[in-house]
């Protein structure tokens, strides 16, 4: 049982990613943008980039889902819109040393359901 709980304690400290996934990104919705951010590292430094999307034809962002393919200690924010808006503005953090990199995927309705 302690062995068990050690290889488990060290696998969540070695796979490492800071995703952020809120609202729908599954049923009935429909991806709306896809958009790689990326950033490169600088020694010492946390690198901080914005991501702004609005959906052109005003339909309400129903998920947004943002994966931290660098499996870093990267942190990522919703500063502004988000799931029920449609725009949203994000803040992506870097940890100290390392670039970025997400995947960003933004859902909308699926207007072939209504
Ligand atoms: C996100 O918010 C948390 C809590 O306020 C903060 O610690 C973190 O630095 C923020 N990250 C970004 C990328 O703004």
Redo the contacts with the bound molecule.
Sequence with gaps: MKLILVGLVVCLSVVYANHLIVGNVANRVVLANQARVEYNAIPFIKR?KYFFYTQPDNRLIQGIQALDTMHSK????I?AGGVGYSYVN????SERGRGLAYDIGIYVQDLFYH
Excluded: F, G, M, Y
């Design positions: 901080v990267a942190s990522i924010n500063t994000l803040r992506l953090k």
